[in-house]
């Protein structure tokens, strides 16, 4: 079986020769590589340019027997197309120019076309279809409505969140409606990635693990299901939900063919959480690649046999790369994972 | 029943006339007598001043209707105790100018004399002891040895605490070695707060959430259980575990006799998982205060419902209360919570 097939017949729960593994931030400052094409360009230089954002995202595929790329882009990047002024500053995170604070705010967003707002991403995925050349599928995201909420409304990282819950607590009309807008920007934009070419679909909730169960439930729940039957079921959706072992059933219910999951429980008891009618990514935690290569083994070993054999389980972290991670242990722990899961035929 | 028996007789689990309260951060920056004497003193001044920590630490009980005062002072103070140069910048988190990073510099750490090191600490206790005229309870606190740890080796506040992981995955011995001195460390700062008079202890692991379960077991499981037993029973204790959500059946077995959640799941299921022979302490998320006031009062209403009118229950925040929330609102929440758990006798 070729890394074409693994991993989305993972994504359906067929039966697979071994475990497909990628990571996310696979494309990424650990590599020198992309580190060497940073130094010339800004972040958002890289995603408005399809032919380095091409480039950036077949660099891991190069070193590594990765069984999936994901497009280089940014989950803010649709953010302008809406009327937001998105800006990154040199070692610091991103900012929003004009946060959406009000019922006004909210009204006053633009209605998103990803065709207008965000070509350069869309010839970027054909770019990169073009170099893998089919020997490894692409993966295309975006961030789920409530992530980019809290980004649109804090004006850039948080801590608290709290002019995010102090809308969504005293102005809950207002919150609906942003996360209607929010549902229907997600929802084009990732079909204009599918349209484009990519085989599989990741929504990024990065940020829902500051939410109680409760929240959740309330005032995201509804709207994730709305984006994921928006979706569609052209290529399989794989659900990330950071920080969120606190309330996986409710993400399960949100939607999602495969949710991927962070490090925080074992991949066991996480799934069974889930129910084994999904697919389940993840989790190893990325802190682990620091560790030595003996402690590294142990792990992937324990998340594979946490995993059981069952079809249905890409292999990935449960964050991120982080840069100070040596790519040679990336590469060890990747083919760690297709050799302590070959299944026998 | 007075305040001064409310909070201890919960934390013991007996029968109550109505649900105890107090907040995390109470003697904090949203009060605007506090800003008037942070405006003059450095954060450090004022923890090492005891007229001035005594002072803030009984502002909120003049202002609220509060069952138990907490002292003013920060976890990170008994560092310089053992060895570690510990600064606060301006609108910035602590630093430690000599991070330990290594077996060697986890040797090197001095052994803990808390009248030598902190004599400030406990007569602020003792000047508070007097203004409080047995109103009100004291509660003393330490930062449990993981979260000094993670501030000692990663030289300040941490994203993804690679430092602390990579020393714990790759020098078990040194990572154990530093563990069993900082069990030492805060069993006798504790334990000098008890001679000094409070009334009860709190025990904040305030970063224990950036670890899997896996590691938690493994890693400060057995350490914690060896601090609750150095620290013995002479007073009630306290165990903050925050963002543990997903392993309080490890919170409860590593001890205290008061479990304190955060806000991720409610605090029946949060009890449930800890087992009724604990007590409980939360969980209302501090942003629910930026809200309005009957959002405010349906949460309170929520928790206190949750909770059961079972013996055991101390009502607090899920975290520490944030700088932006109106005092009106802190008052309004302690009443609520009085009024709305009123046992009939």
């Not at 800006?87 to 009204?107: K, L, M, Q, W, Y």
């Not at 979706?231 to 495969?258: E, K, Q, Y």
């Amino acid at each position: 079986m070729s890394r074409a097939d693994r991993f989305l017949r993972a994504c359906r729960r067929e039966a697979v020769d071994c475990t497909p593994v990628w990571m996310m931030r696979q494309a990424g400052r650990y590599l020198p590589e992309y580190r060497a094409i940073r130094e010339k360009h800004t972040f958002l230089e890289m995603c408005r340019t399809p032919a380095i954002a091409a480039e950036v995202t077949v660099q891991p595929m190069r070193r590594f027997d990765l069984d999936a790329a994901i497009i280089f882009a940014d989950i803010l990047l649709p953010l302008p197309g809406i009327g937001l002024e998105l800006s990154f500053g040199e070692g610091e995170g991103p900012a929003i120019g004009n946060p959406v604070r009000t019922r006004r705010d909210v009204e006053a967003l633009a209605k998103f076309d990803p065709e207008k707002s965000v070509p350069f991403l869309l010839e970027a995925i054909r770019l990169s279809l073009r170099e893998l050349d089919g020997k490894a599928p692409l993966i295309g995201f975006a961030g789920a409505p409530f992530t980019l909420a809290s980004y649109m409304i804090e004006g850039g990282g948080s801590r608290n969140y709290e002019n995010t819950k102090a809308l969504m607590y005293s102005d809950p009309q207002a919150w609906r409606v942003l996360m209607e807008k929010l549902v229907d920007t997600v929802a084009a934009y990732l079909s204009a990635q599918v349209r484009a070419g990519v085989h599989a679909l990741q929504v990024f909730d990065s940020w829902i693990g500051c939410l109680s169960k409760q929240d959740y439930l309330e005032f995201v729940l509804p709207h994730m299901k709305a984006l994921v039957s928006a979706i569609g079921r052209a290529v399989p959706v794989i659900h990330f939900a950071n920080g969120a072992s606190h309330m996986l059933p409710g993400i399960r219910d949100a939607g999602g063919d495969v949710i991927s999951v962070d490090w925080h429980i074992g991949l066991d008891d996480a799934w069974k959480a889930i129910g084994y009618d999904r697919g389940i990514q993840g989790n190893l935690d990325p802190v682990t690649l620091l560790g030595p290569r003996e402690f590294i083994e142990k792990r992937v070993a324990d998340v594979l046999l946490r995993a059981g054999g069952r079809a249905g389980h890409v292999f990935n972290l449960g964050h991120g790369l982080i840069p100070s991670i040596p790519p040679e242990n990336v590469g060890f722990a990747v083919d760690k994972v297709h050799e302590l899961s070959v299944r026998t035929p």
